[in-house]
C-alpha cells in the first residue's frame, strides 16, 4: 500500500495513549517515507519500533523549527516525501510544526493530511456537551493573573469551551476556572483518554475540583477540560459589558465607555452605568 508521492509532507496524526490508534494509513505514511520530522526523535523512534518501522529522524522542535524549515523545504524542493510527527495527537494542535507547514506550502509543494487523534476532539466526542460548535482555547496562561484575565474573556462565550491542562496546574486552573464562571457550570474533566488510568469526571466545575482535591491519582497524567459554554445570553451580555466597561473606563468618561460597551456586548446601557455608580 504505498502512496507515497515525492515532494510532499505529510503531517501524520499518532496515538495519545492507546498505540492501536495509530491508523494503517499512518503506519504506511510512516514506513514509505523518505525521513520523519518528529518533535522528540527518541519517542518517535520507540513508536516506530512498537511497529517494526524504521526511517531517519529528524528532529523538529519549538526551539530549531524556523531554523531547520529552510533546508527541509529545500529537500522537498529536491524530491523527498517527508512527514511530520509531534510526540503525540495531531502536529500543529498545541504542537511544532505551523512555521514549517507554512513555508511547504508558501512554496507551492503538497501538504497532505493523515488525520487520526487528538485529544482535544476525543474528549469532546465523550462528553455529552454540545458539539454543534466549540472554541478550542489550548493551554491557560501558566500565570494566575493571565489565566484570570483570559478565563474573564471567555466568560460569555456561549460556545463550548475545550482547554488542555497539565498535571501540576489542573488545581490552580479550575480554582480559577470557578471563581470566573462558578461553581455550577456543566464540565467535563478527560484524564488519560485512551490510557489504562483513564477517566471522566463532571458534571460541574465544582464537582471536578471536589474529586480532584479528594484523589491524588487524579491529579495525575494528562487533561482536556470541557467546559459548556454561557447559554444564560442576557447574563452573559450583561458579564461582557461589565467586563468591557471596566477597561474602557480606564481611559474614557464613565458615560462614554457605558455607551461603547453597551454598544459593543449588547448589554443595556443603564445597567453598566449603575455598576459603576454604585462602586
Ligand atoms: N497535539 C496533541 C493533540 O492532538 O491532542 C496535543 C499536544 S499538547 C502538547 C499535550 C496536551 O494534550 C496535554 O497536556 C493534555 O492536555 C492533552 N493530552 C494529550 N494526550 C492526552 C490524553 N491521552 N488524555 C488527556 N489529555 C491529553
Redesign the pocket.
Known amino acids: 500500500m504505498s502512496e507515497i508521492t515525492p515532494a510532499t509532507l505529510y503531517v501524520v496524526a499518532t496515538p ?2 492507546h498505540r492501536g490508534d495509530l491508523s494503517p494509513r499512518a503506519q504506511a505514511v510512516l514506513a514509505g517515507v523518505d525521513a520523519i520530522c518528529a518533535e522528540d526523535t527518541r519517542s518517535t523512534g520507540l513508536l516506530l519500533a512498537q511497529f517494526g518501522l524504521a526511517r531517519p529522524l529528524i528532529a523538529v522542535h519549538e526551539h530549531n523549527e524556523n531554523e531547520v524549515t529552510a533546508a527541509l523545504v529545500a529537500r522537498l524542493q529536491a524530491g523527498a516525501a517527508l512527514a511530520l510527527v ?1 510526540d ?4 500543529l ?3 511544532p510544526g505551523y512555521r514549517l507547514v507554512r513555508a511547504v506550502r508558501s512554496a507551492g509543494l503538497p501538504v497532505l493530511p493523515v488525520p487520526g ?4 476532539i476525543a ?1 469532546l466526542s465523550v462528553a455529552g456537551l454540545p458539539s454543534d460548535r466549540f472554541c478550542f482555547e489550548g493551554f491557560l496562561p501558566a500565570k494566575a493573573s493571565a489565566r484570570r484575565e483570559r478565563l474573564a474573556g471567555l466568560q460569555a462565550e456561549p460556545r463550548t469551551l475545550v482547554f ?3 498535571a501540576h496546574r489542573i488545581e490552580a486552573a479550575l480554582a480559577d476556572l470557578i471563581a470566573v464562571f462558578g461553581g455550577n457550570r456543566e464540565a467535563v474533566l ?6 489504562r488510568f483513564q477517566t471522566l469526571l463532571g458534571p460541574s466545575l465544582a464537582a471536578i475540583a471536589a474529586a480532584v482535591a479528594a484523589d491524588p491519582n487524579q491529579r495525575r497524567g ?3 477540560l470541557v467546559v459548556r459554554g454561557n447559554e444564560d445570553h442576557e447574563a452573559a451580555r450583561l458579564a461582557e459589558g461589565r467586563r468591557l466597561y471596566a477597561r474602557l473606563a480606564e481611559h474614557l468618561k464613565p458615560s462614554q465607555a457605558a455607551q461603547l460597551a453597551a454598544e459593543l456586548s449588547g448589554a443595556p446601557r443603564k445597567a453598566l452605568y449603575a455598576v459603576h455608580q454604585a462602586d
Do not use: H
Not at 487523534?117 to 482535544?120: E, F
Not at 478527560?190 to 490510557?195: D, F, M, S, V
Open positions: 495519545i495513549g509531534s503525540a495527537g495531531t502536529p494542535v498545541s504542537d487523534p487528538c485529544a482535544a474528549a488542555y491542562e497539565s478527560g484524564r488519560e483518554l485512551t490510557k494528562e487533561f482536556v
